[in-house]
């Protein structure tokens, strides 16, 4: 009973727990819990915070997925990037949760979050299979044309750096500034190869960034 009911709710304390039992009758302790879980193979870790997705982005990741399950690992040498705001101050509250070894992503045991709160920081950065590219403080609010700007003085420099082939290809997501038509012209007239509809490293770019972020700064006020 206490393996499937933490099962089904992974967010439920040792105090939920023995609160339960005493009412239908049986009286365990904190340890017993514990103890009970462990032996089926689940512990208490805090709950990794992930973004929130929407049906619709589950289903464009998984689109994605199958059409490029079959792609060869050269086909990924490519340039991706992305802008992203990372909360400073913003909620640092933990949550626990009991979960089987290598379960820490799936949905019942993670905290969907969405970009607000506190102090933070807009940052562009780009990275490819051959390493990072250029990474950028977007000082004021993000629009179409510093978007083009952001393009314009970072992208190019940081393939070249990075010695991408001719073929390399630009990878960002369905932000309305990305997918304007000023945007989409002069990604035209520059004949980047643009694969939009990329969502799955919108994760993956923020963890990046906050660890280059925090090797900079520490508070806000000094940047």
């Known amino acids: ?6 099962s089904k709710n992974p967010r439920t304390t040792r105090g939920d ?12 302790t904190k340890a017993t819990i514990s103890n009970t879980l462990r032996r089926q193979g689940l512990k208490s870790c805090s709950a990794r915070r992930v ?3 929407k049906p619709v982005h589950v289903q464009a ?35 626990r949760v009991w979960r089987r070894k290598n379960a820490e992503l799936h949905p019942k045991n993670t905290i969907p979050t969405v970009k607000h ?12 299979a051959k390493g990072p590219g250029r990474l950028i403080r977007v000082k004021e609010r993000m629009n179409g044309a510093m978007y083009l ?18 073929s390399w290809v630009f990878q960002h997501d369905n932000d309305p500034k990305h997918t304007a038509r000023v945007t989409k012209e002069w990604l035209r007239k520059k004949h980047f ?23 900079e700064v520490t508070v806000l006020p000094n940047l």
């Open 61 to 95: 990741r998984l689109k994605f997925a199958r059409e490029h399950l079959d792609d060869p690992e050269e086909d990924w040498e490519n340039v991706i990037c992305n802008e992203t705001k990372i909360e400073l101050f913003g909620k640092n509250s933990t949550r």
């Open 17 to 28: 727990r023995v609160n339960d039992l005493q009412r239908a009758g049986t009286k365990v």
């Open 117 to 128: 709160g506190g102090g933070n920081i807009m940052l562009w950065g780009c990275f490819s």
């Open 149 to 166: 700007e952001i393009l314009s003085d970072n992208l190019l420099p940081s393939a070249r750096a990075l010695k991408m082939k001719r």
């Open 193 to 215: 190869k643009v694969v939009s509809d990329v969502q799955w490293f919108a994760s993956l770019l923020c963890h990046l960034f906050l660890a280059a972020f925090m090797l």
């Open 51 to 53: 973004p929130l997705l």
């Open 1 to 6: 009973m206490i393996t499937r009911t933490v």
